[in-house]
């Protein structure tokens, strides 16, 4: 599946972004979904994750209660709404996917075969 990522930009600390990750294919629906973030000199690390059917949600510490992932498989599309932004959140973030199996969530880079560009995040303060 191939992914293709936007919605990325600059904006001040507190402001909202909305990044939208699109599937080539109509399989999307069979793919669990995550969003990483990979900030200059750091490791890329999980962000978020959705089950296929939206259900099942997972978000890392540092992003519970400000992000919001979700998934409209008529659409083939995963979005991550980021609200009360800070500095921190300022990275290239990137859309995964995976088919569904195994350990739930699955949170490493490993865990997923398949990858979209990166859409650059910056927050100012």
């Known amino acids: 599946v191939q992914l293709q990522a936007s919605g990325g930009g600059l904006l001040h600390a507190g402001g909202s972004l909305r990044l939208s990750c699109a599937a080539s294919?109509?399989?999307?629906?069979?793919?669990?979904m995550a969003w990483f973030r990979q900030a200059p000199g750091k490791e890329r690390e999980i962000v978020a994750v959705i089950s296929i059917s939206g259900v099942l949600k997972y978000y890392a510490d540092s992003v519970k209660g400000r992000f919001t992932i979700s998934r409209d498989n008529n659409k083939n599309t995963v979005y991550l709404q980021m609200n009360s932004l800070k500095p921190e959140d300022t990275a290239e973030y990137h859309c995964?996917?995976?088919?569904?199996?195994?350990?739930?969530?699955?949170?490493?880079?490993?865990?997923?075969?398949?990858w979209g560009q990166g859409t650059q995040v910056t927050v100012s303060s």
């Open positions: 294919e109509r399989t999307f629906s069979t793919y669990t």
């Open positions: 995964a996917a995976r088919t569904p199996g195994g350990r739930w969530p699955a949170r490493t880079t490993n865990d997923y075969p398949y």
